[in-house]
């Protein structure tokens, strides 16, 4: 059975930090391509970034382009996200994401229960 | 402002047939696969159709999807109480080298 299970999230200060990861069980994970989606409260879904099954292809929103960083470790079944200089409205539930190919083609077949950021001061 | 348009909201009455529409262009739908989810209220969104029209195992027949152009469509038929939901469809866009989803459509079952 496919999981994936994030964590990291929680409040923070804007301008402030926070790195969140997404633990993978049930697939080969350096198969497959993985995504982080945000979604604010109330709103609908956002694609926030995505990586390739090597890294080899990364692409971020432009709302985030610049400060935050997406990456993996096919090692531990793992994925992270970075997140630098965050705003307001940065405040989101986000979810990581597998597509269903290696490379980056935002088809995602499978989801977490995502892990709410909330950024305030 | 989403790349793709939905509208925001649709309705029909149980057992009856509705369609969602998505509009986009050629840098996003007219050349990439279009893919569309199904988000229950308080859960995280679930694969309805990938690859403009194929259905996931465990995806009832009601479920189907079809693509012309830079547009798509998500169609449910036998519409059940059970069905009411946020749907979105996705896509990549090439240009831009992102990922991308409607605005998301309400559907009600009267």
């Known amino acids: 059975e496919v999981q994936l299970v994030e964590s990291g999230g929680g409040l923070v200060q804007p301008g402030r930090s926070l790195r969140l990861s997404c633990a993978a069980s049930?697939?080969?994970?350096?198969?497959?391509?993985m995504h982080w989606v945000r979604q604010a409260p109330g709103k609908g879904l956002e694609w926030v970034s995505g990586i390739s099954w090597n890294s080899g292809s990364i692409g971020y929103a432009d709302s985030v382009k610049g400060r935050f960083t997406i990456s993996r470790d096919n090692a531990k079944n793992s994925l992270y996200l970075q997140m630098n200089s965050l705003r307001a409205e940065d405040t989101a539930l986000y979810y990581c994401?597998?597509?269903?190919?290696?490379?980056?083609?935002?088809?995602?077949?499978?989801w977490g229960q995502g892990t709410l950021v909330t950024v305030s001061s | 402002q989403s790349v793709l348009t939905q509208p925001p909201s649709v309705s029909a009455a149980p057992g009856q047939k509705v369609t969602i529409s998505c509009s986009g262009s050629?840098?996003?739908?007219?050349?990439?696969?279009v893919s569309w989810y199904q988000q229950l209220p308080g859960t995280a969104p679930k694969l309805l159709i990938y690859?403009?029209?194929k259905r996931p195992s465990g995806i009832p027949d009601r479920f189907s999807g079809s693509k012309s152009g830079t547009s798509a469509t998500l169609g449910i038929t036998g519409l059940q109480t059970g069905d009411e939901a946020d749907y979105y469809c996705g896509t990549w866009d090439s240009s831009l080298s992102a990922g991308e989803f409607g605005g998301g459509t309400k559907l009600t079952v009267l």
């Open positions: 994401a597998k597509d269903k190919g290696w490379e980056l083609r935002a088809t995602f077949d499978y």
């Open positions: 690859d403009n029209n």
């Open positions: 050629s840098s996003n739908i007219g050349n990439n696969y």
């Open positions: 049930g697939f080969t994970f350096d198969d497959y391509a």
